[in-house]
């Protein structure tokens, strides 16, 4: 079929718009460049997330869901930073508040708190964070090596990040995080 630049074009032909639509769906979904220019190769895209006054960035892939935060039941004698469990679906979900686990005290639980689900085979966690702020795209001029400015139990699992302006956001590896041996010692 020839390549249509418009649906429009298809309009009275239905079943050649509907193999306009099952080709560019199978284009997107094999994460092919859309005619539409959007997304280069070189580009970098990742999850822009808030905690506190911290601009942090989560590759795209390592992110399963974003939620508001589910309803959670404690565990006794867990660290203060395991906020608990919850029922996602019928998954049991361990609930960590990121900032607390960075030692910057605990999120204010408000209507911009998300839980983001980490994409792991065998760790089912998701973080607790102060906002999430989308997809964020980055050029390869725009990586620099510099870390976040804060010190703390998880500085060691950030690798650089991005600057654009005055904006700088760290990326935080997250399935270095919830491998640690920190993040699965949750035990008082």
Avoid: C
């Amino acid at each position: 079929m020839a390549e249509i630049t418009a649906l429009t074009d298809l309009v009275d032909k239905p079943f050649q718009l509907l193999q306009e639509l099952d080709r560019r769906s199978r284009q997107a979904a094999a994460g092919r460049q859309m005619d539409s220019g959007l997304e280069t190769a070189d580009e970098w895209v990742g999850v822009g997330i808030r905690m506190g006054d911290h601009n942090i960035l989560v590759e795209r892939d390592e992110v399963r869901e974003v939620l508001p935060m589910p309803s959670v039941a404690r565990v006794p004698g867990a660290q203060s930073w395991l906020k608990g469990l919850a029922n996602v679906r019928g998954q049991l979900l361990s609930v960590v508040d990121l900032s607390e686990l960075a030692g910057k005290g605990s999120t204010l639980i408000d209507r911009a708190s998300r839980v983001v689900a980490v994409r792991h085979a065998e760790i089912p966690a998701g973080l607790l964070v102060n906002e999430v702020r989308g997809f964020r795209r980055f050029q390869p001029d725009e990586a620099v090596d510099e870390l976040p400015d804060f010190d703390g139990p998880i500085k060691e699992l950030f690798r650089g990040g991005f600057r654009r302006g005055d904006e700088y956001w760290a990326v935080l590896r997250l399935r270095d995080l919830v491998e640690s041996q920190m993040f699965l010692q949750a035990a008082q």
